[in-house]
Structures are given as C-alpha cells and as structure tokens.
C-alpha cells in the first residue's frame, strides 16, 4: 500500500520555466491537498479538493494553478517558476469525515535559480 | 497573520521524561485540534486529534489537553523516546481545510 506518492523528489528549475508536480493516493479518499512549507513557516495550504470535479484556493495560490484529474490523482502547476516558490511541497489527501487525518506525501523540494 | 502558534520552537528532553509541546490557536470556530508529527525528510505524520467539545483525548504515550477558555493545546509525550525526535505542528481543521502553525523541534537526548 504505497498511499500517497508524489514525483519528482527533487527539482531545480531556472526563473520563468514551468512545471507540474504530480500526486496520487492509492486509498480512495476524496479530499487532496497541496501545501508548502517553508522554514519556521509551517505547512501552508496552496489549493485543495474536497472531491473529485471540485478545486478551491488555498491560503496562498497565487501563481499555481491545479488539476484533480480523477479520483487518484490531484497536479499542482507552477506556469512561470520565480524564487519566491523554492520551497518543498507536500501533497495530502483524506476521507472527507476524517479531514483532521491527512495522510501525507514525502515531498517535493523545488529549488528556483 | 497565522491563526495557530507554538510557543516554544525547541524543546530538549532526556529519554525517560515526560515532554509537554505547547500551542496557542486564535480561531475559535475550528472543530478539530491536531498534532502531527515530521521527521526528517518525511511527510507529517497524525499523531491526535480532539473535538472542539472535548478538554482532553489520551492515545498511546500521549495526551491532548484543550482549554478553549485561553485557547491553547497542548500535547503531552510519556516515557520520551528516541524515536519521538521530530518537528510537531498542532494543527486546527475548520471545514475541509487543515492550517498548521510553525512547529517545534523536539530532540531527546541520551
């Protein structure tokens, strides 16, 4: 049971390229989430989707964009990287009754140069 | 600003005592309380949550204690281990969204 996997692990990207990070969850939850935690920050929640076909903003989405492709699989999409965004990334999901029991990703760290 | 904060961003502990992490939330329409647990290089992990209508929740080794009067959380570890080396964030869930405060390192020392 792998539960939720993300790729990549690790990426750099130069200033204005674009990339989509990628998560899916093996358990059949509903809900997914993308957060971003950064030093002395905590994790921050960028987007969310309580349920397949739906999308919702975060505390900070600016600059993302995001896909929940099917039930399995939720993307988080970076059009113009900057270096504001260096930061790790970690994707989350959870049975819609048990939000305050995510199950999380082991991270994307995501360097901008 | 954040809705939910630790007071301490550190803690030492010898192995054997008991660890208490603390937290202050502000938002006092969140329904659940909650504290992760990070190591290294991991994802959060759940630890234990709590009701808003509850005042204290025990799982295995630990202790959640909610007063709502000065709203503050706080967990409380028993017989700390090595393997409780970690980042803890509390966390508070008001619909389907989680928001986590800044975390505090806890390191357990031989």
């Known amino acids: 049971n792998a539960g939720v996997t993300q790729t990549p692990k690790f990426q750099v990207l130069k200033t204005g390229q674009s990339m989509t990070l990628q998560c899916a969850q093996d358990?059949?939850?509903?809900?997914m989430y993308w957060y971003r935690q950064d030093p002395g920050m905590g994790l921050r929640l960028i987007y969310y989707?309580?349920?397949?076909?739906?999308?919702d903003k975060g505390e900070v989405p600016n600059g993302y964009n995001v896909s929940r492709l099917n039930k399995r699989e939720f993307s988080l999409r970076l059009e113009s990287a900057a270096p504001s965004q260096t930061s790790v990334y970690f994707c989350?999901?959870?049975?819609?009754?048990?939000?305050?029991?995510?199950?999380f990703g082991q991270g994307t760290r995501l360097t901008v140069v | 600003g954040e809705s939910v904060g630790l007071h301490l961003p550190t803690l030492s502990v010898q192995e054997g005592d008991n660890s208490i992490i603390n937290c202050a939330y502000s938002?006092?329409?969140?329904?659940?309380f909650i504290w992760y647990k990070q190591e290294s290089g991991k994802g959060p992990q759940f630890i234990i949550d709590?009701?808003?209508?509850?005042d204290k929740r025990q799982g295995q080794r630990v202790t959640v204690l909610l007063n709502k009067t000065v709203k503050h959380l706080s967990l409380q570890i028993a017989a700390t281990q090595p393997g409780d080396s970690a980042v803890y964030f509390c966390?508070?869930?008001?619909?389907?969204?989680?928001?986590f405060g800044a975390g505090t390192t806890v390191t357990v020392r031989a």
């Open positions: 709590i009701r808003s209508n509850m």
């Open positions: 938002n006092s329409a969140s329904d659940y």
């Open positions: 966390a508070e869930k008001s619909d389907y969204k989680l928001s």
């Open positions: 989350a999901s959870s049975v819609p009754g048990l939000v305050s029991e995510a199950f």
């Open positions: 358990m059949n939850h509903n809900s």
């Open positions: 989707s309580a349920s397949e076909g739906t999308t």
